[in-house]
């Protein structure tokens, strides 16, 4: 078995040889044309940027490095007497392109728990907040906080050249990966169990099962459980806001602490990431305003009907992208038919997903009718007795933290440049629409 960082390394030339030649031989090839629509409509659609960590069909939904989440789940290691794959697995296609053996997955984990360690002044800038600051706001500033730590920015301070800013940047991925979990549990216990830590457990646990562990949580379906939501939410190609913003952060050369925390910002809106605790908040107060445990389908429709007519979104529907039903949803409900299949949340859940589409469908203007992988993964985090909804974006960001981390490495691997599009201004824009 070969190290990681080996792997890694041996990947980079003959990729960058590829990436090099289609540009000389192919530069001024046209993958894309941009409309004004496209222009003022957040440039749905324009194909501008490469990213090699994963990709999204509309219609099939996400496949890492060129596999779709069933084909994963079926395939990559897993922990002893566990269900689900392992996410150190995961990180290791995602950075390599390669399957992981067994003994590469646990060798991930296990370098990651062996960096495991938050400085000291990390837990006294989060304490600093108040404890009901948004738990986004503490994760994003405690990852933040983590930046005096980084090895890139230190090796840039002293002088190193362009094309060598991976290696150092390899340590501040595995360091901030090995520790993103850590800030999320102290983020969890300071906010909600009145700051009464637990203390990480025995070092040949997998990253997730631990990551259970440090949340106060140590049912082993639960541990499982993480490691499917760990490695469903990782990456989901480069356009969405956190991997983009990731991306265009790192590009000034902005080390990992720095990029990840930018991305997480973007996570944290109630378009992307903060749907997560904003659909089953939405489920939780359907079920309040009707008075029922299990809302009829009348119920479920007129709540639709009147969050619509509110001019509201119904959370957890829709997407930029896809255009069928998320294949991350799709995992969480087959998690959910096989461990709480009796759950009333559940019941809303499955219920919404014959009812809603119908009622979105209906409004010409909404593109994809069909859930999102928020619209599940708030039930079944809440069947395991975790009812801090705020939280569940940082869930989300610690796992988003393994896809844009590869795919930042790969960047400056690759040595891409900075990223700077050209925008025009609606005068320049009317100039050339009427010919002025
Ligand atoms: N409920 C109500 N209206 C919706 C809707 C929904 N679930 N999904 C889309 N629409 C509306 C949009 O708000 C927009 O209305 P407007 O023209 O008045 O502003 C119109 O339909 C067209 O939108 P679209 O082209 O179908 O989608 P989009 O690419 O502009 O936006 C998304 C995509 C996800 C922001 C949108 O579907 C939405 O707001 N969904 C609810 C929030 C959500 O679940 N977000 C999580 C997405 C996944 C993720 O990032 N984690």
Redesign the pocket.
């Known amino acids: 078995m070969a190290d990681l960082k080996e792997v890694f390394q041996s990947k980079i030339q003959p990729f960058a040889d590829e990436v090099a030649r289609i540009q000389r031989e192919h530069g001024e090839f046209k993958i894309s044309d941009c409309t004004v629509a496209q222009a003022y409509g ?1 440039m ?1 659609g324009v194909k501008c940027m490469t990213y090699e960590t994963s990709a999204l069909d509309p219609l099939e939904g996400i496949r890492f490095r060129g596999r779709t989440i069933p084909d994963l789940i079926e395939t990559l290691p897993r922990a002893p007497g566990g269900e689900q794959p392992l996410p150190e697995g995961l990180f290791y296609l995602l950075l390599t392109g390669d399957m992981p053996t067994e003994e590469d997955a646990r060798a991930v984990g296990a370098e990651w728990r062996r960096r495991e360690g938050l400085p000291p002044h990390v837990a006294r800038a989060l304490d600093a907040l108040p404890r009901d600051a948004h738990p986004m706001t503490q994760y994003s500033l405690g990852l933040l906080a983590m930046q005096t730590e980084s090895a890139m920015a230190a090796a840039y301070h002293k002088g190193i050249a362009k094309r060598d800013l991976w290696r150092p940047m390899y340590e501040d991925v595995m360091n901030l990966l090995a520790n993103a979990p850590l800030v999320a549990a102290y983020v969890y216990r300071r906010a909600y169990h009145g700051g009464r830590h637990v203390e990480p457990g025995p070092k040949d646990w997998d990253w997730a099962r631990n990551f259970a562990h440090i949340l106060g949580y140590d049912q082993p379906q639960f541990a499982d459980l993480m490691r499917l939501y760990l490695s469903i939410h990782s990456d989901h190609e480069g356009g ?1 806001v956190s991997a983009h913003t990731v991306r265009l952060v790192g590009s000034a050369l902005s080390d990992c602490y720095y990029a990840l925390s930018a991305g997480m910002n973007g996570l944290a809106g ?4 903060l ?2 605790q ?2 089953i908040r939405w489920i939780l107060e359907l079920q309040k305003s009707i008075g029922k445990a299990r809302p009829t389908r009348d119920d479920i429709a007129n709540y639709i009907w009147e969050t ?1 007519g509110a001019g509201r ?8 992208v896809l255009r069928r039903t998320d294949p991350r949803y799709m995992a969480l409900r087959e998690f959910a038919l096989k461990h709480m299949a009796d759950d009333d949340v559940f019941y809303i859940v499955a219920t919404l997903f014959e009812v809603a589409p119908p009622i ?1 469908e209906s ?1 010409a ?4 009718p069909w859930p ?3 619209a599940h993964s708030g039930a079944v985090l809440l069947h395991y007795g975790m009812t801090e909804l705020d939280f569940f974006t940082v869930l989300f960001g610690v796992s988003r933290a393994t896809g844009t981390m590869a795919s930042l490495l790969w960047d400056r691997a690759l040595n891409l440049p900075l990223e700077r599009p050209k925008s025009v201004t609606t005068g320049w824009v009317r100039e050339q629409v009427y010919n002025l």
């Open positions: 957040g749905r969405n109630p378009l992307h990431g749907a997560s904003e659909s619509l979104v119904v959370p957890g529907f829709g997407h930029a979105l409004q203007k909404i593109k994809n999102n992988v928020d």
